[in-house]
Every structure is written in structure tokens, then in C-alpha cells.
């Protein structure tokens, strides 16, 4: 960690401080990405839900008919909507494998005893197996990804 | 919380099967198909199946935002509001989603 000779310096980043990814540790991008992830797939599952219930005609539909399935088919089934699967295919295995990671932590699983609260305040309770964890769950994000896109693609 | 847990560890299993069937375990090109869906949606277990993974994903994803607005702002109005927003939207969306799958099974 940097040493603070001059502490008014470290701490007056402003904005420029927002676009630094060291300003917060992992645990933290992890949380801030749950929750974007998460409303980001909420978005995507409505969306769903709307494009699949033209296999029964849409909103004003009264059972399954080709036609429309056709029609909402030439909309999503191209290039562009495959790009968006693969990009919800990433965001769903990170939400996923992190929410897991969330579920082990709230178990105990992972976490270390905690330690003497000194400089550089590194929490010893959450070094290791929980911060594996995390860039476990990005892995599995791009490999789901990568999987989405041979998939679609390939 | 505990809806949140328990709903994600139903939604990763049912999420994950959804994802192999439509595919890994049938080429996605059929799987998307008009008479490969309207096949699947009438054998009873996968229809159920679908609802029970629409409640899962719709139920944890409205309830997710519950919480993330709970911890935005704390104000009875605002609470109350809150959950009220939380049970129409689910409802509303699992509605019809079910209405989809009512209809794909017994319409037409």
C-alpha cells in the first residue's frame, strides 16, 4: 500500500479517484458488480419473458402460432442479440459463482480469524480461499462466455 | 437475506438445466425452434419445470432490488412503498410468464 507522508494528498483524488480500480479492494468490485449484474439480468429476464410469450402471440395472443414465433424470431435471432446472450451468459456465471462465493462466506467458509486491526488494514479473515473465490467466479464468467459464444458463433 | 439464499441456490440448478437444455443438450439451432418448443412445453414435468424457474429467477430478482432500494433509503413512506413496488412487480411478471405457458400448453 502507499505511505501517506502527506495525507491531505491521498485522500483529495476527486473524481479521477472514482476511475482508479485500486481505490477499492476486490471484495468491493465484487459487491458493486453483484448488484449491477443483478439488475442487469433482471432487465434481460423481463425482456425474456417478453420476447418468448410471442410463441403464443404476444400480449394479445391465444395459443401457439408459427407466425409470430417467426416474426419475433427475425428480431432477436441475429448477430447482434447473439452478442447480447454472450454478454448475459457472462454476467449470469459471475452473479452466479459470486452469489455462491456470498452463500460459502455467510457459512464461514473461507473466512479466516480475524487478525489486529494495523496499517495497512488488510483483513486476514477474508485473504485466501474467499479472495480465490472471487477471481474463480470471473473465470468462470469468461469460460461461460467463450462457451456462449462457440455456441452461438462457432 | 434468506429469501435471497434460498432462491439462488433453487435458481443456479434450475438456471443451469435451462441453460443445457436449450443448448448443450439439444443443438441450440433446434432448440429455438417452433416445433421443438411446442414439444417440450407439453410434456408436463419441463412445463413445470419452466414455472417453477420463472417464480425462482422473478422472485429473487425483484426481491434483490427490495434491497438494494431498502438500503438507498430508510423512511416509513418510502418502505412501504417499497414493498408494495416489490409484490406488484413480482406478480405481475410471474402472471405473465404463466399466462405464456397456460396458453403454449392448453391454448390454440
Redesign the interface.
Known sequence: MKSTESGREENSRGVRGWLNPYHYNLERWAYVFQRVTGVAILLYVLGHLGDTSFFVGGPTGAGPSESSWKFISGIVENSFGHLILVLVALVVFFHGMNGIRLILAELGIGIRKPSAIEYPYEPKSLRSFQRYLVWVAIAVAIAAAACAWLILFG | MLVQ?AT??A??VL?SIH?LMQ??VTP?ATA?S?GN??SI?RNGIYAVFLELL?VV??VH??N??RI?LHEWKQSAPWSSWVDAGTVIAIVA?VG??T??LI??VF??
Open positions: 439464499y439462488a441456490v435458481a443456479v438456471v441453460l443448448g448443450v441450440y429455438i417452433y418448443i411446442l412445453y420463472l429467477v422473478l430478482g425483484f434483490g432490488v438494494i411478471s405473465y410468464g399466462r405464456t396458453l403454449a391454448g390454440g
